[in-house]
């Protein structure tokens, strides 16, 4: 079956340090997104990507960077964590067109902490 | 500023009866709307949605409705069951750009 996954689930690291979160699917689509979810602020969009070697910012950006080398991955990298950055992220696919590009499936969450 | 509004964090509903969550938008520009149910700890799963041409759209046991003069949906579940207690978000796109989310809705439904 078709699906999209992340890892690691959990990630503790320090403030300054590099992090990588991985983000792949299976389903063959187009349009991938990182969104961070965080108590009071729902789903935010820091980018997303319309197919190979496309990236855009979202509304969340700064400090974050993503590349899209292949149709299936597409990690987020935090250039230099800060506590800021502690939250919940969630990565999204869709297939293009104008209907099925709004249902996105998630992924199951990375737990994302920063000391 | 936000054009996603869900002005209420919290809902509790008694099981068998209806569950209604409303959401706002601002801008005028969007013309599909979508729901999206969470469970702790998973990914938010699309629901149901619809489009600004509609004025309902029902699946089962959910029905969305648009109030375009009032830029107003509301997502009805009837009977409300105990494993529809979830975080719901209303999302909403204009054109191919990417969808806005609300804040989110945390239902809870009481046997």
């Known amino acids: 079956d078709a699906e999209i996954t992340q890892s690691p689930r959990h990630k503790i690291t320090e403030t300054g340090r590099q992090v990588t979160l991985a983000c792949h699917q299976t389903?063959?689509?187009?349009?991938m997104f990182w969104y961070r979810q965080d108590l009071g602020h729902g789903l935010r969009l820091i980018h997303y990507?319309?197919?190979?070697?496309?990236?855009n910012k979202g509304e969340v950006s700064d400090g974050y960077s993503v590349s899209r080398s292949n149709t299936e991955d597409l990690p987020l990298t935090l250039e230099s964590a800060a506590s800021s950055q502690t939250s919940v992220y969630f990565c999204?696919?869709?297939?293009?067109?104008?209907?099925?590009?709004?249902?996105?499936?998630f992924g199951p969450g990375t737990r994302l902490t920063v000391l | 500023d936000q054009q996603v509004k869900q002005n209420s964090p919290s809902l509790s509903v008694q099981e068998g009866r209806i569950s209604i969550l409303n959401c706002d938008y601002t801008?005028?520009?969007?013309?599909?709307f979508l729901w999206y149910k969470k469970y702790p700890a998973e990914g938010p799963t699309f629901l149901i949605s619809i489009s600004s041409i509609k004025d309902k759209n029902e699946d089962g046991r959910f029905t969305v409705f648009l109030n375009k003069s009032a830029k107003h949906l509301s997502l009805h579940i009837v009977p409300s069951q105990p494993g529809d207690s979830a975080v719901y978000f209303c999302?909403?796109?204009?054109?191919?750009?990417?969808?806005?989310f609300g804040k989110g809705t945390r239902l809870s439904v009481i046997a």
């Open positions: 999204a696919s869709s297939d293009s067109g104008r209907i099925s590009y709004n249902e996105q499936f």
């Open positions: 990507s319309y197919g190979v070697q496309d990236t």
């Open positions: 389903w063959n689509h187009n349009n």
């Open positions: 999302a909403a796109s204009s054109g191919n750009t990417p969808l806005v």
């Open positions: 801008n005028s520009m969007f013309d599909y």
